[in-house]
C-alpha cells in the first residue's frame, strides 16, 4: 500500500536515515498499486509528473484522505520534499 511507503519513509527519517527516500522508487510504487488498485496513485504520479511539489503533496494528502487514514499524517507530508526539482 502506498501509505506504507509513505509510512516507512517517516519512519526511517526519524532513525536518522534520510538517504532511505527516493522519488523514482515512489513513483514506480506508485505506478504498481494503480495497476492493482484501480488507479489509486494515478493522482500522484500525475502530479510527479506534470505537478509542483506542492501538487504532489496534495495529492498524497487526498491518498490519505480517501482511503480513510489518519489525517495527521498530512502534517509530515508536507512537511518533506517528494519530488527532487533539478
Known amino acids: 500500500m502506498i501509505i506504507d511507503e ?3 519513509r517517516k519512519c526511517a527519517e526519524e532513525e536518522g536515515d534520510f538517504e532511505w527516500y527516493n522519488p523514482h522508487d515512489f513513483y514506480m510504487y506508485c505506478m ?3 495497476g492493482i488498485f484501480d488507479g489509486i496513485g494515478d493522482a ?3 502530479a510527479m509528473d506534470f505537478g509542483t ?7 498524497i ?6 482511503q480513510n487514514y489518519n489525517p495527521d499524517i498530512c502534517k509530515y ?3 518533506v520534499q517528494w519530488i527532487f526539482e533539478e
Open 6 to 8: 509513505i509510512l516507512d
Open 32 to 34: 504498481e498499486e494503480s
Open 44 to 46: 500522484i504520479t500525475r
Open 53 to 59: 511539489e506542492n501538487d504532489v503533496r496534495n495529492a
Open 61 to 66: 494528502c487526498n491518498y490519505i484522505i480517501d
Open 77 to 79: 507530508v508536507r512537511s
